[in-house]
């Protein structure tokens, strides 16, 4: 009897909508009926409004259904899924559902198609490619293929990460250390999580490879503590890493030594600002460090330090595998390779959407999103986090890259698309954007510790219609302080929502006659 495998995904997002569950309903009926199946717990495909999404192999084709619930599983029994068997749950193809197959799928190529803890898996995918061409490479060859890519830090500040590797390459020490920033705290975002719970090997490989370029030879793994099942997933292919030779000493019989661990976040905001992170892997209150020195230079326990996001790192092994231009064919303009954009809020298709930077707000929101889920029109998306700016419905032909999105008054930042409808109130927003950063800020500079709590003080005084014009230039005044004075972005970029929100939306700020709705009812976060 021929084996039928079965994939069910072990992501948090699909387990938190009864994976499990499914998963052993499959394999209980299965039994029931006599039939041979394999259940493999695979990563997402990042199609997070069809979870649990239930794969069949068929004819050496991925069959589709979701989303499934516990209750629908002896049903597709009944109707011979196994088989490809017709059912109202059955989506074709996975690789041609529309949702999917207009993706550009790079960094994630492997995400919901391997056994993230198998290792077999990941190098009959290409797995270690880039790692094996690596350890024949020198490290000026490697930091200079990273930098023809043209990979930019996919964290925020999108900085590129070829010069970051090659000033702590050319930094003299005794000790270098890569930390990879998975303190993943914006609103509306869970690439990271996703990558480290769907296709861990990828981002060890990607660290290993920034050691051999810069000569360090341990490396962390910062992960924030709400995410439990990343650090188990994570701490395990390490373990499995270890036990192949892909880390430790000498790896794979090359000579060259990398370890890595896994380090708990201390769950706050501010530690996803690289220094505040380098304090709290030190054992520290999570605190911006004054720069310079730059952690290039003087980082983890004062050591040339490369600090990079997880999906800049995770980029790196196709770079090294296929060679910095074929990244480069993707993106436009200084914006190359790229990006994982991640679809939340009121929309009707959340998920992860990898494509080529270039594509426009309006396909992303609309062709993929779908539009709102409750079916009212959109009003605004918020792009890059709660220090993001608020973009309106008639900006939505924007290009989705760095440049374009900046010379429009927001960012990019980790990719994050938060979708509002027509009854949200900006007002409030802004409001919500002032008194999260009081709340988050580490307090070390006064304009963001202070300047916050004053900013809440006077948004409220315009809500109650107290002399709104002169508050309202306060406001913008006291903007204009954080975004100079502050040490770091926390307290620099919490106006960037405020001033869009009052830019775009001048009449929520107009108490006499308020939005309908509060925003509660409008943000339907879907991560």
Sequence with gaps: MTTTRIYVPRDAAAVSVGADEVAARIEHEAGARGLDVTVVRNGSRGMLYLEPLVEVVVNDARLAFGPVTVDDVPGLFDAGFLQGGAHPKALGK????PYFAKQDRVTFARCGVIDPLDPEDYAAHGGTTGLRKALQMDAEAICQQVLD????????????????W?????????????????????????????????DPFTLIEGMTIAGLAVGATQGYVYIRSEYPD???????????????????????????????????GAGAYICGEETSMLESLEGKRGQVRAKPPIPALAGLFGKPTIVNNVLSLAAVPDIIADGAAAYQAYGVGRSRGTQAFQLAGNIARGGLVEKAFGISLNELIHGFGGGTYNG?????????????????????DLAADYETLAGNG??????????????????????????????????KCTPCRIGSVRGVETIDRILAGDKPDE?????????????????????????????????????????????????????????
Aim: net charge negative; with cysteine; aromatic share 6%.
């Design 410 to 443: 927001a960012m990019l930042g980790h990719g994050g698309i938060v979708v509002f409808d027509d009854t949200v109130d900006m007002a409030q927003q802004a409001r919500f954007a002032l008194e999260f950063c009081a709340a988050e800020s580490c307090g």
């Design 376 to 396: 009212r029109p959109v009003r605004t998306v918020q792009i890059g986090g709660p220090l993001g700016a608020y973009v309106p419905a008639d900006k939505f």
């Design 94 to 97: 996975t690789e041609e559902i």
């Design 230 to 264: 990343a650090m188990a997933t994570m701490r395990k292919a390490i373990e499995l890493g270890y036990a192949l030779g892909w880390l430790g000493s000498s790896i794979l019989d090359s000579g060259k030594d990398f370890h890595l661990d896994v380090r708990v």
């Design 166 to 198: 090659q000033t702590v390459r050319n930094a003299e020490a005794d000790q270098k250390y890569i930390c990879c920033n998975a303190d993943e705290g914006d609103s509306g975002t869970f690439a990271d999580r996703m990558l480290m719970e769907g």
């Design 471 to 527: 508050n309202l230039e306060l406001l913008l005044d006291l903007c204009e302080v954080m975004t100079d004075g502050s040490l770091c972005a926390m307290g620099g970029l919490t106006p960037m929502p405020v001033r869009s929100a009052v830019q775009h939306f001048p009449e929520d700020f107009q108490r006499d006659n308020p939005p309908g709705a509060s925003t509660s009812s409008s943000a339907r976060v879907t991560n």
């Design 149 to 164: 890519s043209g990979l930019r830090g996919r964290g925020g500040a999108g900085f590129p990460t070829g010069i970051k």
